[in-house]
C-alpha cells in the first residue's frame, strides 16, 4: 500500500502559522514554569526569540516586553529586573546585562520602544 511522501511545499503563510503556533506553545511553557524553573525558562525565551526572528513573526504581543533586548532572557520583574513607573513610563532595567526599555507614553522623551503598550499584564508593583 502507498508510502506516503510527506513532500515540504514551501508555503509561507503556513510556516509563519507553525511558527507562531509553536511560539503559543513556548508562551504556555513560560507562563506555566516561569516561578519554578527560572534557567529552563530562560532557554525557552530564547526559543521563542529565535522563531520570531527567523520567521520574521517577532513575539508574541504578551511577551514581547518581556524579553530583554539585550541578552534574551525572561524579563521577571522583581527576580532578574527592575520595574519603575514613572510619569506613565514603564521602566525595566534587566538586573542581567543592564539593558533598560521604556514604555509608556512619556511626554519629551523620543525613544519610545513601544508599538503595543496594552499587552494584557496590568499586575505590575510601582517602585
Ligand atoms: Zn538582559
Not at 1 to 11: E, P, V
Not at 40 to 56: E, P
Amino acid at each position: 500500500m502507498g508510502s506516503r511522501k510527506n513532500r515540504f511545499r514551501r508555503n509561507k503563510n503556513r510556516r509563519r502559522e507553525i511558527a507562531e503556533s509553536a511560539q503559543g506553545y513556548l508562551a504556555g511553557i513560560i507562563g506555566e514554569r516561569e516561578d519554578s524553573d527560572p534557567e529552563f525558562i530562560d532557554t525557552v525565551a530564547r526559543q521563542m526569540w529565535k522563531i520570531g526572528l527567523r520567521h520574521r513573526i517577532g513575539l508574541p504581543p504578551a511577551h514581547k516586553h518581556w524579553i530583554c533586548r539585550g541578552c534574551r532572557v525572561l524579563v521577571r520583574p522583581s527576580f532578574n529586573a527592575r520595574v519603575r513607573i514613572r510619569g506613565g513610563i514603564r521602566i525595566t532595567t534587566c538586573l542581567q546585562c543592564g539593558y533598560i526599555r521604556r514604555f509608556g507614553n512619556g511626554a519629551g522623551s523620543g525613544s519610545q520602544d513601544f508599538d503595543d503598550s496594552h499587552d494584557g499584564r496590568p499586575e505590575l508593583s510601582e517602585g
